[in-house]
């Protein structure tokens, strides 16, 4: 899972050097229209940024019942702050600046939660069901920081990004086959299936830059809008990024470069929106009070995904084969497992009873077995790189729909029924608890990329490994 990265820093550095310069000019050209404003247009001051939702393939209503989903699974999985008034806090506040979001005439049905989690940050899913740690809410000196954070989030759900980048990952995927081969079913049925669990939903925060950089500017606006100081949202990613100086950052601020742009950009939107008004509301009695009573609540370790039931592991894998026949190729695999076909993607899974687990939420993953697709290649198959374009393809992929997807150790070449393939390790979020690996082969054949992707839990790998090498050694490419 993966959470939207506060205070990270959102603006190009290649573009800071032109910004300053037309800021600069900016304000030349603002002092001049603000002395004939004076006289003509009293308090007209200069344009506020306009800022509308990028590319996207799923409509708002989508975007709804997309985030539901997932926000029902992240309800499951994360601990709640379970304080009614902490929430009923949040929510009157988030209220009150989604009022002045704009939404483009869409009405999200806003919801607000308080997570049980030291870290300090929060997250929006699409549709408007935004998750905010009690680390943020401690961590934040006043009330207009708090809101800041939050009008930010509110910013990601207006501006659609969520299912922006859902839209470029699917783009990307487009002829890999990828979401049909892991999902099981219609490329676009599929992922919007699994788009909707919350594990899955890392896809839907995985933004870009800009699209921080966005967030920043219309939750500056929003704060104005509300009567809050517009410079808390940026004092408190000011704040962290001087606090996590020195320690080690969390990940989300690991990359973070240049601060100063992020503020830089906010402040010349509040120059756009006239500046810092004098009664700019900074702190409330209320904010205090549920500070205190956040800082009160017990602290919660933080839940493994998945290991929410107890979860037996399958019987090890017979030593008895049964074969299977693909149109690219045959194979054996252990007569204890089962095959899952995939109806249009040309994949198929094998896995043994007890092997693919709910997530939770109705939706399958796998954990123990092997996952077999083939994916269109790009590219010239004759060119000498077209094998580790085409692993990397694969890979880029996997870790699309599995954001905590790691790679363990660089390609190795190796062969597969004599033909040359790339063999990769990979590590992620077992859907049984801890850690997995994923032992990915890569191999190019006419009908397209032709790969194999053995998963185990890591502390029961080697109970698998010969398996899986049994398997790999049984294929057979045909033709
Ligand atoms: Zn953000």
């Given at each position: 899972m993966r959470i939207c990265?506060l205070?990270?820093?959102?603006?190009?550095?290649?573009?800071?050097?032109?910004?300053?310069?037309?800021?600069?000019?900016?304000?030349?050209?603002?002092?001049?229209?603000?002395?004939?404003?004076?006289?003509?247009?009293?308090?007209?001051?200069?344009?506020?940024?306009?800022?509308?939702?990028?590319?996207?393939?799923?409509?708002?209503?989508?975007d709804i019942s997309l985030g539901k989903r997932a926000a029902a699974d992240a309800e499951k999985q994360l601990a709640l702050c379970n304080a009614p008034r902490v929430d009923a806090y949040l929510t009157q506040l988030g209220t009150r600046l989604a009022?002045?979001l704009?939404?483009?005439?869409?009405?999200y049905p806003f919801e607000f939660h308080c997570v049980n989690d030291k870290a300090i940050n929060a997250f929006a899913l699409p549709g408007g069901y935004v998750f905010v740690n009690r680390g943020a809410i401690e961590a934040a000196?006043?009330e207009?920081?708090l809101a800041g954070v939050m009008a930010h989030e509110l910013s990601h759900v207006?501006?659609?990004?969520g299912?922006?980048?859902?839209?470029?990952?699917?783009?990307?995927?487009?002829?890999?086959?990828?979401?049909?081969?892991?999902?099981?079913?219609?490329?676009?049925?599929?992922?919007?299936?699994?788009?909707g669990t919350f594990t899955?939903g890392g896809?839907l925060l995985?933004?870009?830059?800009?699209?921080?950089?966005?967030?920043?500017?219309?939750?500056?606006?929003?704060?104005?809008?509300?009567?809050?100081?517009?410079?808390?949202?940026?004092?408190?990613?000011?704040?962290?990024?001087?606090?996590?100086?020195?320690?080690?950052?969390?990940?989300?601020?690991?990359?973070?470069?240049?601060?100063?742009?992020?503020?830089?950009?906010?402040?010349?939107?509040?120059?756009?929106?006239?500046?810092?008004?004098?009664?700019?509301?900074?702190?409330?009695?209320e904010f205090?009070?549920i500070k205190?009573e956040v800082l009160a609540l017990p602290v919660v370790k933080k839940p493994?995904p998945?290991?929410a039931?107890?979860?037996?592991?399958?019987?090890?894998?017979?030593?008895?084969?049964?074969?299977?026949?693909?149109?690219?190729?045959?194979?054996?695999?252990?007569?204890?497992?089962?095959?899952?076909?995939?109806?249009?993607?040309?994949?198929?899974?094998?896995?043994?009873?007890?092997?693919?687990?709910?997530?939770g939420s109705?939706?399958?993953?796998?954990?123990?077995?092997?996952?077999?697709?083939?994916?269109?290649?790009?590219?010239?198959?004759?060119?000498?790189?077209?094998?580790?374009?085409?692993?990397?393809?694969?890979?880029?992929?996997?870790?699309?729909?599995?954001?905590?997807?790691?790679?363990?150790?660089?390609?190795?070449?190796?062969?597969?029924?004599?033909?040359?393939?790339?063999?990769?390790?990979?590590?992620?979020?077992?859907?049984?608890?801890?850690?997995?690996?994923?032992?990915?082969?890569?191999?190019?054949?006419?009908?397209?990329?032709?790969?194999?992707?053995?998963?185990?839990?890591?502390?029961?790998?080697?109970?698998?490994?010969?398996?899986?090498?049994?398997?790999?050694?049984?294929?057979?490419?045909?033709?």
């Open positions: 990265r205070g990270r820093d959102c603006v190009k550095a290649s573009a800071s050097g032109k910004r300053r310069a037309v800021r600069a000019h900016f304000a030349l050209a603002a002092g001049l229209f603000l002395c004939l404003a004076i006289f003509l247009v009293p308090g007209a001051s200069a344009q506020r940024s306009q800022l509308r939702p990028g590319w996207n393939a799923f409509t708002p209503q989508e009022q002045k704009p939404t483009g005439g869409v009405q000196d006043n207009a920081q207006a501006l659609r990004h299912t922006n980048q859902a839209t470029k990952a699917q783009a990307a995927q487009m002829g890999l086959g990828i979401f049909g081969a892991i999902f099981g079913g219609s490329t676009g049925g599929a992922l919007l299936t699994q788009l899955a896809v995985r933004y870009s830059r800009t699209a921080e950089s966005q967030a920043d500017v219309m939750g500056t606006q929003v704060l104005y809008d509300t009567g809050y100081d517009p410079r808390a949202m940026a004092q408190f990613f000011e704040k962290l990024e001087a606090e996590m100086k020195g320690k080690n950052p969390p990940e989300f601020f690991s990359d973070h470069p240049n601060p100063e742009h992020r503020v830089e950009r906010v402040d010349e939107e509040i120059d756009k929106l006239g500046g810092v008004p004098s009664n700019a509301k900074r702190d409330s009695q205090e009070a205190r493994t998945g290991a039931g107890v979860v037996a592991a399958p019987a090890p894998p017979s030593g008895k084969f049964a074969a299977y026949q693909a149109n690219a190729y045959t194979l054996k695999y252990p007569d204890n497992w089962k095959k899952y076909p995939d109806k249009d993607g040309g994949g198929v899974s094998f896995a043994p009873e007890g092997g693919v687990l709910d997530d109705g939706h399958s993953a796998l954990a123990y077995g092997l996952i077999v697709g083939v994916a269109q290649a790009k590219g010239d198959p004759s060119d000498s790189n077209a094998l580790d374009t085409a692993a990397r393809q694969v890979i880029q992929g996997l870790q699309q729909a599995n954001p905590n997807m790691k790679l363990a150790r660089q390609s190795e070449r190796v062969r597969l029924n004599g033909q040359p393939g790339l063999s990769t390790y990979l590590t992620n979020d077992s859907p049984a608890g801890g850690q997995e690996t994923d032992w990915v082969i890569t191999v190019l054949r006419p009908e397209g990329t032709v790969y194999f992707v053995c998963v185990a839990p890591q502390s029961a790998y080697s109970n698998y490994d010969k398996t899986f090498s049994a398997i790999l050694d049984s294929v057979r490419f045909t033709k």
